[in-house]
């Protein structure tokens, strides 16, 4: 049996992928905040997680997730 390895940054790429991909990127928010670790700067992590958005899709992509 082979394992391998991934590491920490891949990691918590494809989780936060995949968070966003399941609970959409309002809950996925709430969801690390709640977490509430210190061990994430929000600051540095926001611009790849709205990568690609604007304020009117990500006002659409709320509006829906709360529906």
């Avoid at 049996?1 to 959409?24: D, F, P, V, Y």
């Avoid at 928010?29 to 994430?40: D, K, P, R, T, Y």
């Amino acid at each position: 049996m082979k394992i391998s390895h991934t590491s920490q940054k891949t990691l918590m790429r494809e989780a936060s992928e995949a968070l966003i991909e399941k609970l959409g990127i309002a809950k996925a928010s709430e969801f690390w905040a709640s977490l509430s670790c210190g061990q994430s700067d929000y600051t540095k992590i926001r611009s790849k997680l709205f990568q690609g958005e604007t304020v009117d899709s990500l006002f659409k992509k709320i509006k829906s997730s709360k529906k």
